[in-house]
């Protein structure tokens, strides 16, 4: 059975701090991590994609990837207010669905 | 470029009964996967199809079946309902099989009372 697991939080950040968000996953021939966010009530939208070991940044996300440990993050900078939401790991394998965490809250207090 | 549609938004039905649900893609797409979410589970792979084949498929039972159309139209349907049914079911395309970038539609609500 393959796992993808995340805190369930809710993380609560003050606005203008860096929130940390992690993910660990069982398969260790996962290939493909992305990042989603889900407002409330609202359908998920892709953050991030990440394939390599390292870090990415885009603007002030940067997901960081080691698979020897099997674990992602997703750091954001000067976290907004907007930036409150449910934050979903999702891991691929070649060929295979993509597996979801059950998703970190997050919420950033002004 | 419109956005994945998914019709209908809301529905209601009671136990026993069958629902087919609708996802539209974003025009040009060629893959889409279904999921189940619940606030208990979070987001569950319940199918993907590529050029009308099914690729993979999650572990769901038998009375969850789909299908895609030519034109990557698809459909969901679920057989007997039962109340823990009761779930937003997301529909997401992708311009190739996954792991292409997906993009999600707004949801149908279902709820099985």
């Known amino acids: 059975q393959k796992e993808v697991e995340q805190n369930s939080g809710p993380l609560s950040v003050p606005e203008g701090a860096i929130a940390s968000l992690n993910c660990t996953y069982s398969d260790r021939g996962s290939q493909s991590f992305f990042w989603y966010r889900q407002y409330s009530g609202k359908s998920p939208e892709l953050i991030m994609s990440?394939?390599?070991?390292g870090d990415k940044e885009d603007g002030r996300f940067t997901a960081q990837l080691n698979k020897a440990s099997q674990y992602v993050s997703l750091l954001i900078r000067d976290s907004q207010p907007s930036d409150s939401a449910t934050y979903l790991c999702a891991v691929n394998q070649a060929g295979t669905a993509l597996i979801f965490g059950k998703g970190t809250t997050l919420s950033v207090s002004s | 470029k419109a956005g994945v549609t998914q019709t209908p938004r809301y529905l209601i039905k009671t136990r026993g009964q069958q629902v087919t649900l609708s996802c539209s893609p974003i025009?040009?797409?060629?893959?889409v996967s279904w999921y189940q979410q619940t606030p208990g589970q979070g987001l569950q792979f319940l199918f993907e199809y590529f050029s009308e084949t099914q690729r993979n498929k999650g572990n769901f039972p038998g009375r969850f079946s789909g299908r895609q159309f030519s034109n990557s139209r698809s459909e969901m349907n679920v057989s007997t309902l039962e109340l823990g049914d009761s779930a937003l079911y997301l529909c997401a395309s992708s311009l190739g099989q996954v792991p292409d970038t997906q993009y999600f539609g707004p949801g149908t609500r279902l709820t099985v009372l």
């Open positions: 025009s040009g797409h060629r893959s």
């Open positions: 990440i394939y390599s070991n």
